[in-house]
């Protein structure tokens, strides 16, 4: 089984950029699709951009498509999303997902297909 532990969050100004890393344990890393999530304050956690397990493919929610990009490296087992021209409603706790309806897929974007969720990283945008 995958573990995920996330890393990369902080304080950034509206406007500004981080990378978000997720460093995962195991083997099977390359096998599955990859997704990140957020949840705000007093908010549920919501889909926010998914990866095939070769890279190939991604899928990026409507909020944030053009500013944030998922991508992977298997060769380190990491997945990352850079987020660029942040604003204050992108504050949330950050998770990884591994895609749970099996291996060498595409993925999806529905949160519900995701599992195995890291703690996560705090993320804090200010205005």
């Known amino acids: 089984q995958v573990q995920l532990v996330e890393s990369g969050g902080g304080l950034v100004q509206a406007g500004g950029s981080l990378r978000l890393s997720c460093a995962a344990s195991g083997r099977t890393f390359s096998m599955y699709a990859m997704g990140w999530a957020r949840q705000a304050p007093g908010k549920e956690r919501e889909f926010v951009a998914s990866?095939?397990?070769?890279?190939?493919?991604?899928s990026h929610a409507d909020s944030v498509k053009g500013r944030f990009t998922i991508s992977r490296d298997n060769a380190k087992n990491t997945l990352y999303l850079q987020m660029n021209s942040l604003k204050p409603e992108d504050t949330a706790v950050y998770y990884c997902?591994?895609?749970?309806?099996?291996?060498?897929?595409?993925?999806?974007?529905?949160?519900?297909?995701?599992?195995?969720w890291g703690q996560g990283t705090q993320v804090t945008v200010s205005s």
């Open positions: 997902g591994v895609y749970a309806r099996g291996p060498r897929t595409h993925g999806s974007s529905r949160l519900e297909d995701f599992g195995s």
């Open positions: 990866i095939s397990w070769t890279g190939g493919s991604t």
